[in-house]
């Protein structure tokens, strides 16, 4: 079992910068590519972006490519999202995710373990 719990979430300004991180514990041992999605109210949940265990693989959605960086630091078991020039389209729960396989499909069922989510507010 591996437990996710992610932060960072909040309330900003459109043209803003947030830092999520998921902390991942439990059987960490195992090389999870990790993921990112997001959920705004009423929609479908939507992949953001990917991550393979090494980190010099990723995959973005094109709507935050170029804004959004995803990096991972292995020795403390952390994936972080940074996000810049935040719309109000980003307006979502942000989960984190983790998998066997990094592929560049971004379907969640292919994750095994997710967080409970972190909210994120971009106000106009």
């Known amino acids: 079992q591996v437990q996710l719990v992610e932060s960072g979430g909040g309330l900003v300004q459109a043209g803003g910068s947030l830092r999520l991180s998921c902390a991942a514990s439990?059987?960490?041992?195992?090389?999870?590519?990790m993921g990112w999605f997001r959920q705004a109210p009423g929609k479908e949940r939507e992949f953001v972006v990917t991550?393979?265990?090494?980190?010099?693989?990723?995959y973005y959605t094109d709507s935050v490519k170029g804004r959004f960086t995803i990096s991972r630091d292995n020795a403390k078991n952390t994936v972080y999202l940074q996000m810049n020039s935040l719309k109000p389209e980003d307006t979502a729960v942000y989960y984190c995710?983790?998998?066997?396989?990094?592929?560049?499909?971004?379907?969640?069922?292919?994750?095994?373990?997710w967080g409970q989510g972190t909210p994120v507010t971009v106000s106009s």
């Open positions: 995710a983790a998998g066997l396989y990094y592929n560049e499909l971004g379907i969640p069922g292919q994750y095994i373990y």
């Open positions: 991550i393979n265990w090494s980190g010099d693989s990723a």
């Open positions: 439990g059987r960490t041992s195992i090389r999870y590519a």
